[in-house]
């Protein structure tokens, strides 16, 4: 399948690379040289204009910084510019309103276009891991499913146009509330002189099972390997930890939810953003 993919950068490189690994012929674009050069190493075609990547596409893949851009890119040089048989798949992690009215935009003009943003971070995309949480019409989820199981291990349709950026932003606050539940405690059994390995293997074990725990331990040394045992590098940035929690907290009033531990993550994550934005978010246990 000829497969467009707009945005190489950490995330959307390795994704385009496992493409390219299932056999199809992926023509990619990105504003950074470097990335485009990556990505002809891994077998993508490259190219210096949307327009021209998505010519004959038959599939487009996005994987963008944030609603604005994503906006811009489809209506500017996606819609109308690919084939009206391709399928749309944006992938990036963007407000429920504007993913809506993307997706508006391109059924107007008889195309089927999905929302599946993911879960996994930059390990998962380059292993080809990642879960994604997939809006849009039935037909158009079965159009996207073949082109985004190359590149996960689940995907699942949450629902209508916007449902899969309702299900990552919301997924995202509850992780973000989790890991610094999970790092409280951790650092307050080492205060308290309990051994930060033995308080794993019993809150593991028992009611504190959680994923912040038990497959993503804050602590270096301690637990399972994760971001922690290399200098919080790598993983999910700070950055985009509080991007998502922004996203939550703007939905939220949008729809009179009431999310005071969301609130207050996003403060917490605010603050420690101002000079660690680049650091892993399970980094948030430093502050304590």
């Not at 610094?180 to 074990?205: C, N, R, V, W």
């Amino acid at each position: 399948m000829k497969i467009a993919f707009v945005g190489l950068g950490n995330m959307g490189g390795g994704m385009a690379a496992n493409l390219v690994k299932a056999g199809h012929h992926v023509r990619g674009f990105d504003l950074s040289e470097d990335a485009l050069a990556r990505a002809k190493e891994a077998g993508c075609e490259t190219f210096t204009s949307v327009r021209d990547a998505v010519k004959d596409a038959e599939a487009v893949v996005s994987m963008l910084p944030n609603g604005a851009i994503v906006k811009s890119v489809y209506t500017s040089d996606v819609i109308g510019h690919t084939p009206h048989a391709a399928t749309l798949i944006d992938c990036s992690t963007i407000d429920v309103a504007t993913a809506r009215e993307v997706a508006d935009a391109a059924h107007a003009e008889g195309y089927k276009m999905v929302d599946a943003p993911v879960s996994g971070g930059i390990a998962a995309a380059n292993g080809g891991t990642l879960t994604f949480m997939v809006g849009g019409e039935i037909h158009a989820f079965d159009a996207a499913k073949p082109v985004l199981e190359a590149m996960g291990k689940a995907v699942i349709h949450a629902g209508g146009a916007g449902a899969g950026q309702t299900a990552k932003i919301c997924n995202n606050m509850l992780l973000a509330i989790s890991m610094i539940g999970t790092a409280e405690a951790m650092k307050m059994a080492e205060k308290l002189g309990l051994d930060p390995q033995k308080f794993y293997e019993i809150s593991s074990q028992s009611s504190g099972y959680c994923w912040s725990l038990n497959a993503y331990t804050p602590m270096p040394g301690v637990g399972v390997e994760s971001p922690a045992d290399n200098g919080y590098q790598g993983g999910f940035a700070t950055g985009l930890m509080l991007k998502d929690l922004r996203l939550a907290m703007e939905a939220a009033e949008t729809a009179d939810a009431s999310t005071p531990l969301g609130k207050r993550a996003r403060e917490i994550y605010e603050k420690f953003a101002e000079e660690n934005a680049g650091l892993d978010f399970s980094a948030i246990i430093k502050t304590l």
